[in-house]
């Protein structure tokens, strides 16, 4: 069983930055695909940005060009270091890792872009 827990939620003021960890316990394997997921109150659940086990990354376009996604498979964390905030970034977000049938997410920390 793999449990992840993120950090780093905060109030910003637009055009802040934040940066999210989350880190994995449990049987972790370099080869999970990490990924961030946002949830804006009365909005679905959507991927903002995602990391293989070698290193590729994709992005939301929201995200593109602001956010940048890391992995240290020697922690079992994942970075989500997020520059430029807007307030419409404001939203819970979430880690998930993996691999395969495995499927793992984070309890979610509270980002809050406003002035």
């Known amino acids: 069983q793999v449990q992840l827990v993120e950090s780093g939620g905060d109030l910003v003021q637009p055009g802040g930055s934040l940066r999210l960890s989350c880190t994995a316990s449990?049987?972790?394997?370099?080869?999970?695909?990490m990924e961030w997921h946002r949830q804006a109150l009365g909005k679905q659940r959507e991927l903002v940005a995602g990391?293989?086990?070698?290193?590729?990354?994709n992005y939301a376009p929201s995200a593109e060009d602001r956010f940048t996604i890391s992995r240290d498979n020697a922690k079992n964390t994942v970075y989500l270091q997020m520059n430029s905030l807007k307030p419409e970034d404001t939203a819970v977000y979430y880690c998930?890792?993996?691999?395969?049938?495995?499927?793992?997410w984070g309890q979610g920390t509270q980002v809050t872009v406003s002035s």
């Open positions: 449990g049987m972790v394997s370099r080869f999970y695909a």
């Open positions: 990391i293989t086990d070698n290193g590729r990354t």
């Open positions: 998930r890792f993996r691999w395969g049938f495995r499927d793992y």
